[in-house]
């Protein structure tokens, strides 16, 4: 009996190790209302594995406290607000209006003068492929992330707070020039009930053989509480690199062998 | 018994053929049954368009209304870009400000666009133009803030499964040089 079987056939060896890169990318959410006040909000940055979230409370409503350059120059607290805000007077965790607000409404958020250094660590997410790291020209390579929503706690302006990290997006770069947005981070073939090698949602086809370089980078979105209070939500998103892919992409070719793999798992290709 | 052995001669020349002819790939998967959701690039971009004015048309109007209810946006975005455009509207609540004008898209140029199944996922570069439109307080006075940008260039995510109903899923600025 002769039995003709798919043999996928890789030219050279295939590498998959993570590599982190140095630097995340920050993004800042704004719709167009957000543009008309400048798109205030997000001003992160990334060291390391960690996320330092900064942010700083301006006096509200005192005299002689609105900001050089701003609008509005007899003082109405809102001119103020608006001027700080300009100048990313709040950071990103804190990128709330309740933070900057001129009378908070909240007694428990303090009215004076503060300035505060929260240093939060959201996980960072990680990437995997299907075939696991290897590629096949014209056929679909499907790419998922591993990542969930998680709260992390940390002192936000002095006091005890959680911010919960939710990733909303995806940005992913294959390497070949060619890149994608998602919505959704993916999952293996058999998660997905998807046959091996057909289009997932964050599938990708390479063209070309050769080696290449997977990145992906993760918006999340924010959410903040003081303990025992409500989530608020944060404006904008905060986007971190996931662990690199590297991959080589070979041609695959269909031999005639005798007997399949569990018949005979010394023949070629199994 | 002669008959099967032809057959198996026969399959093995079949089987041969397929080695001889340089290296076919095995054929592409079939792609899925469900009808795409648009049919070419200038047809998703044309989509994207319409949907991304009706919002910012709502997104603008309740700035202009000092974050007055701001679920006027609801229709047009995804849950998560209602959080941010929610926010955004408290913000010009809680300060007693809300906007003079109307902002311009000056700009609007495909990046990026997939579907896969029956969802399609559109990414553009856009340009707002916010030089005529201004922040005033509650006593009318004007109180922009002097540093904003005057054309602000963003990347905006928008999703939907038919071209009459794209939401924009995400607005952020763009943090390169700019486009605009």
Known sequence: ??????????????????????????GAGCGVGGTILGCPTVDGRSSGASVVITGNETTPGQPGNVPSGASGTSGPPSGA??????????????????????????????????RDIATFIPTPGRQQMEPDGWAVAGLDTNFYAITDTHVVTGTLLGRPADVRFTPTRYLWAYGDGSSAT??????????QGIPEFEPTPTSHVYDQLGEYTITLDIVFAAEYRFAGGPWRPVVGT??????????????AKTVLVEHDCLANPAGPGC | MRRVLGA?????????????????????????????????????LA??????????????????????????VAPY??????????????????????SVGSPVITFFQLQDWSQAGTQAEIVVYVCVDVSMVRVVDSDGVDVTPPDREPVVPLEVLITGDAPDALLVASSEQWSGSSFC
């Open chain 1, 1 to 26: 009996m002769v039995r003709l079987l798919l043999l996928l056939v890789l030219a050279g060896l295939i590498v998959l190790f993570p590599m982190s890169r140095a630097s995340a990318v920050v």
């Open chain 1, 81 to 114: 607000l608006l001027g700080s805000l300009g100048g990313r007077c709040i950071g990103f965790a804190i990128a709330n209006p309740d933070l900057c607000r001129a009378a908070p409404a909240d007694p428990g958020i303090p009215t004076i003068t503060i």
């Open chain 1, 182 to 191: 998602k919505t959704t981070k993916g999952g293996t073939w058999a998660a």
């Open chain 1, 238 to 251: 905060i986007t971190l690199p996931a662990n690199d892919l590297h991959i080589r992409v070979g041609t």
């Open chain 2, 8 to 44: 198996v001669a026969v399959l093995g020349m079949l089987a041969l053929s397929g080695c001889g002819g340089g290296t076919p790939l095995p054929t592409l998967p079939p792609t899925p049954s469900s009808t795409p959701v648009f049919a070419s690039e200038e047809e998703a």
């Open chain 2, 47 to 72: 989509a994207a368009e319409e949907a991304y004015a009706a919002y910012s048309e709502a997104s603008s109007l309740i700035a202009s209304d000092g974050g007055a209810d701001p679920h006027r």
């Open chain 2, 77 to 98: 975005v995804t849950e998560e870009q209602l959080r941010n455009e929610l926010a955004t509207a408290d913000y010009y609540a809680s300060n007693g400000v809300h």
